[in-house]
Nanobody, 125 residues
């Protein structure tokens, strides 16, 4: 049974930092692509960042480039998202995703097969 468990969310003031973690189990962790998405109330789930094996290629949404860093520790089966210089508009539920469909896009939620339960990030001004 595949399981993704996020942690590390919380409430911070603008300019602060948080580090999200996603512990994966029951999954071929080392394969293909994993990513982070977020969803604010009344908005669609949007891709934030993704990381591929085979060189650790990363992708970021324009809104987080230069502020967020995605990484993975294959030995610990854990995906991370370091979030710096947080803004109120970063407030959302953040989800870990895995198992990108072959030919799918890292920023398209429906192209991922497995999801965590989410962790809330709230940034106050």
């Amino acid at each position: 049974q595949v399981r993704l468990v996020e942690s590390g969310g919380g409430s911070v003031q603008a300019g602060g930092s948080l580090r999200l973690s996603c512990a994966a189990s029951g999954y071929t962790y080392s394969s293909i692509c994993m990513g982070w998405f977020r969803q604010a109330p009344g908005k669609e789930r949007e891709g934030v960042a993704a990381i591929y094996t085979g060189g650790g290629i990363t992708y970021y949404a324009d809104s987080v480039k230069g502020r967020f860093t995605i990484s993975r520790d294959n030995a610990k089966n854990t995906l991370y998202l370091q979030m710096n210089s947080l803004k109120p508009e970063d407030t959302a539920m953040y989800y870990c995703a895995a198992d990108l469909t072959y030919g799918g896009s890292w920023y398209t939620a429906r192209d991922f097969g497995y999801w965590g339960q989410g962790t809330q990030v709230t940034v106050s001004s």
